[in-house]
């Protein structure tokens, strides 16, 4: 949320908001507890702590998290922060955004313990998509559809950009798929044979295959994610 354009956007977002008498939302911390290691816990709630700081310092009149348990703290800082119920009066006429800093390139590496993360998880929550399940913790995160759809995004990005991986060569569809079979293989050993071939992963591999690899930036992976799903199924979970 620190990166030149998404603090842009958030910062437009209260001044657009407040201009209109309306709330402005902070966003998600994904982070939920860790009951098996409460220092990975603890450094949870830290960064969760920072990232509500930084909303209500900043004009947000609400927030929300991903789990219950993250509702007290939250609650707090916006209690000691916010002793108004809103912020509105806060127009933020100091906010200056253009739309050239909104379109800023992000900073950082590419690297492919980065690649293979995007790809359990967009695998990984893709299968739970699939068997009606829309919101799946994932490595000290809950993941939804927006958070699989960063993962398989940036992997397109790089396929179409022949992004270079930790310096290196660029990554081609080749190698992506490599990783893409090696991973799904950890996978399987991980769940075990029983519970992976019980599940959908085979199906949500080659859809996150044809979403990464595709000629053309597709608009959503819900979208062909639900002709899948009708397909598997016949009609979607619950009705």
């Known amino acids: 949320m620190t990166q030149p354009f998404m603090r842009a956007y958030t910062q437009l977002l209260i001044k657009t908001c407040h201009r ?22 603890e450094e949870a ?25 993250l509702v007290p703290l939250a609650t707090a800082i916006f209690d000691e922060h916010m002793p108004t119920p809103n912020q509105i009066h806060r127009k933020r006429e100091d906010v200056r955004v253009a739309a ?8 950082g590496t590419r690297t492919e313990a980065g690649l ?25 995160l809950m ?9 398989r995004t940036q992997v397109w990005q790089w396929l179409r950009h022949r992004a270079a991986i930790d310096g ?13 079979k090696e991973e799904l293989a950890r996978l399987r050993d991980a769940l075990g044979p029983e519970r992976y071939d019980a599940g959908r ?18 608009e959503f992976l819900t979208l062909p994610a639900y002709d899948e799903l009708l397909g598997l199924t016949g009609t979607l979970p619950g009705a």
């Open 45 to 69: 709630l830290e960064r969760v702590r920072a990232d509500k700081l930084r909303e209500v310092k900043d004009g947000h009149d609400g927030t929300w998290v991903a789990h219950p348990g």
């Open 143 to 151: 993941e939804d559809a927006a958070t699989a759809e960063i993962s």
């Open 116 to 140: 293979r993360h995007n790809v359990r998880v967009g695998v990984q929550y893709l299968e739970a998509w699939l068997q009606g399940n829309g919101c799946v913790p994932l490595y000290n």
């Open 168 to 180: 290196g060569r660029p990554l081609t569809p080749e190698r992506f798929r490599e990783i893409l």
């Open 201 to 218: 992963f085979a199906e949500a591999c080659s859809l996150f295959d044809r979403m990464s690899t595709s000629p053309e930036f597709q």
């Open 20 to 41: 209109r008498d309306v709330h402005a939302m902070g966003g998600m911390a994904a982070q939920i507890p860790i009951k098996d290691d409460p220092r990975a816990s």
């Open 100 to 107: 050239a800093d909104l379109l800023v390139v992000p900073e």
